[in-house]
């Protein structure tokens, strides 16, 4: 039987530069590290430093950053690992000073990150311009960037319209509002805002759009194949093809204008070959808008470019396109997507405090811990509470299918975990009394592992702190922005070129 184990406090901290897989690549130039340690902590001469239960080193330091923005939280320097260990050296101290909630979980966002991500966009398809999936992370701080590196938004609710548009310096025609069937109330503000270009796939939703905003430029979303993906959104939104015909019939006599065709092939698409025939699909409508008397001028090819599939996809779709839409140059063709994940899910990482530890009492026989009773755990091995969990920011495991793999950000008060250290079977849990809320039922983690330890999180950025809910009273997770990888300097001149022209403020 298990039970849960109160274990003492920890021991020092120990400041080794040594982590995660996302870490790893950057252990042999490691001068930039050096460096802000030892401007942070002036009498230490290496890359190890020691933080006792009750630390004189000043690691608040790490929070003062840089105030680009002055309604948002300080922008900071150094890599995002960095920040994660600052954050649990900053929980240990709060802890031994009694604060209240003082091991909270806690996101590092490196808009680093995020700037290479547009620019490996721009260097595979720089013929298509992308509109940010605000939905997938409404980050204010990432829609400030992609908003400064000229890229659009597309919206699916008046609320994403409204803080794309009170950053200011946005203008409306660089939102889609991309919901197929909207709130009339929606459409009518959207007009007001004017947020002119939407998507239908319905007939009511023409009668709406005629009623509400006369002056809407139309897109028609259309059904595609997009049973390749870890989310398919063709059970609920997108027009058959056989459909299509009667739709820009009913637009035309309705008096509204129809400019273009989209598609989604699903989020999180692991097979690069449905663009193909989604663009296929795209040409024919264009041929049935010629018929219906329009002449389209937009083609929206959607999201769902998984990362480490994206170079591949780039192709799959740049050569579609070049095929279906030879002319599109001396037609004016204009061309957009909707990528969400590909922009932040890498920028996010989750530091976690593990409250609670079920385990077989130390000592136990091999007789009791085999034994088959009603109240015997079903659970393998050590059973693992952390503070966030699927009714927080791990809501991506139940809504977007995401498998998590933690890794060990500090043990026994050490960044440092060495590679031989025994490991055991275990499974990891939030902390809300729900069943349903397992962040990982089978992995693998050190013995050693102890209440009061910190577990990490990479990939952390797509569909998860924007559905986080309060359910049984646990707070959202906070982030703490940095710009430490590689076009860090870039970005901190794009947002303060931003700022510098009275936008983001």
């Avoid at 960037?145 to 409306?172: K, M, R, T, W, Y």
């Avoid at 139309?218 to 939104?237: H, M």
């Avoid at 004016?332 to 530091?351: C, D, N, Q, T």
């Avoid at 998860?464 to 870039?490: D, I, K, L």
């Amino acid at each position: 039987m298990s039970q849960i184990e109160v274990l003492p406090a920890h021991c020092p901290i120990d400041f080794s530069l040594s982590r995660s897989d996302s870490f790893s690549h950057y252990r042999e130039n490691l001068t930039w590290a050096k460096t802000l340690v030892d401007d942070l902590f002036p009498s230490t001469t290496t890359t190890s430093i020691l933080v006792t239960a009750d630390p004189t080193a000043d690691e608040d330091d790490l929070s003062s950053g840089i105030r680009i923005f002055p309604s948002l939280p300080p922008l900071h320097h150094g890599h995002p690992e960095i920040h994660l260990r600052a954050g649990v050296m900053r929980a240990s101290r709060l802890a031994n000073e009694h604060e209240p909630n003082a091991e909270k979980a806690f996101f590092v966002a490196d808009l680093s990150q995020v700037y290479r991500q547009h620019q490996r966009w721009k260097t595979s398809l720089p013929e298509i311009q992308p509109f940010y999936a605000v939905k997938c992370n409404p980050d204010p701080y990432v829609i400030r960037l992609l908003a400064a590196l000229g890229a659009g938004f597309d919206c699916a609710s008046n609320g994403e319209i409204s803080q794309v548009l009170s950053v200011g310096g946005i203008d409306p025609a660089r939102i889609i509002f991309a919901n197929p069937c909207k709130a009339v109330s929606f459409i009518r503000s959207a007009g007001k805002m004017g947020v002119e270009t939407m998507t239908f796939d319905n007939a009511d939703e023409l009668y709406k759009i005629a009623r509400a905003h006369t002056s809407a430029k139309l897109v028609v979303r259309i059904l595609t194949d997009d049973s390749k993906s870890l989310c398919a959104f063709g059970i609920k939104f997108g027009a058959p093809l056989n459909t299509v015909p009667g739709l820009l019939a009913k637009a035309r006599e309705l008096g509204l204008d129809v400019v273009g065709v989209s598609f989604h092939v699903g989020s999180g698409c692991y097979d690069p070959s449905v663009y193909t025939d989604a663009i296929s699909r795209a040409r024919a409508v264009f041929d049935m808008g010629k018929e219906a008397g329009y002449t389209f001028s937009l083609l929206d090819v959607g999201g769902g470019f998984e990362d480490a599939l994206f170079e591949q996809a780039a192709a799959v779709l740049t050569e579609a396109i070049d095929q279906h839409f030879p002319d599109r140059h001396a037609q004016k063709l204009r061309i957009i997507a909707e990528p969400g994940r590909f922009y932040v899910s890498k920028a996010f990482k989750l530091a976690a405090n593990i409250i609670a530890r079920r385990a077989p009492l130390t000592g136990a026989s091999e007789t009791d811990m085999d034994m088959d009773t009603p109240e015997a755990s079903d659970q393998p091995g050590v059973m693992y509470y952390i503070n966030d969990g699927v009714y927080g920011s791990f809501n991506c495991i139940l809504f977007d299918h995401q498998v998590i793999h933690p890794f060990v950000l500090s043990m026994n008060g050490s960044f440092h975990v060495r590679e031989s250290e025994p490991q055991k079977l275990s499974s990891v849990w939030g902390p809300t009394c729900d069943s349903i809320d397992c962040v990982s039922p089978r992995t693998t983690l050190p013995s050693a592992l102890q209440v009061g330890d910190w577990l990490g999180f990479d990939n952390m950025g797509a569909y998860t702190v924007c559905a986080a809910s309060q359910f049984n009273g646990f707070e959202v997770s906070n982030v703490t922005y940095t710009t430490g990888g590689m076009g860090g300097s870039e970005v901190q001149k794009a947002l303060a070129g931003f700022a510098a022209s009275g936008y983001g403020l």
